[in-house]
């Protein structure tokens, strides 16, 4: 017997995902769904499937599946979707709301106007680091200043945001073949359980311009995680200040890693695309 499930598309930056609300429509099988729903051609089309539900540590919870249904401990993008969603639909009418993620607790500030969501702050929390000769944590990958894929050197600094994310900064973004070597470094072995991508070209006026091969969905218009990763990479690095603008393809998110507390904040719009229903 299908089963009638509703669901919203939602965008932040461009990450486009489908968001189910568990608590009135449950999902038995969201691995599936992520893989059958995130196609463009066969299903509703998305970068993946975010679950809002209960929680009994926070005002709400996120899971969030990739497009391959594998599932990250943290998405940044859509943490600011699930804000909006939330207040928009009158399922809270606070304005600081903590959202409870494989990753820790976190914190939302949302902006609102005339009872819209315009754009929202995230508390991200600490990042873990590995600077280049380090031993990786969290992943137990070991990052050697420099990877070697397909032939060629890349110095990657390994940031872990709740997921892991490796950021490689170059002179000329568009020289590089994302969809060539996105996959390889996704699936390097020294990242056990894979890692985003990020590669970053300082601009002029010292904005971070970034381009993400995501872990489980690939080439996205934006990852706000991979957006704080960048961030603490070009400060670790000394290419940028704790502020920064980072310019994705699909918008720009402004990034705080505070020098008081260690925490990353980022702030960003999101977006409703379109509400339906789909049969599982
Ligand atoms: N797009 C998300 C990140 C998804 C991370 C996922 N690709 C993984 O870590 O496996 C963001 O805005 O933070």
Redesign the pocket.
Known sequence: MATTIKFTKMQ??G?D?IYVNTLSSPLQDPIKAARKWSAYHTGIGA??LVLIGASEKADFSMR?F?ADG??????????RCIGKYVYEKGLTDKEVITLETLSGIKILKLHTGNGVVKDVTVDMGTPLLSTPGQIATKTGGMLAETILADGKEYKGTFVC?????VVIFVDDIKEVDLPAVGPKLENHPLFPE???VEFVEILPDQSLRMR?W????GI?M???????ATTVAAVLNHKAGRKSWVRMDGGDLHIHWDEKDGHVYMTGPAGKVFEGEIEM
């Open positions: 932040g930056t990450n995902y970068d993946g969030i990739n594998s599932e990250a401990m943290m998405c940044g993008n859509a943490s945001m709740g997921n892991p994310h894979r890692t985003n993400v995501e872990r489980g969905s996205t934006a990852c706000g995680t991979g957006a704080c």
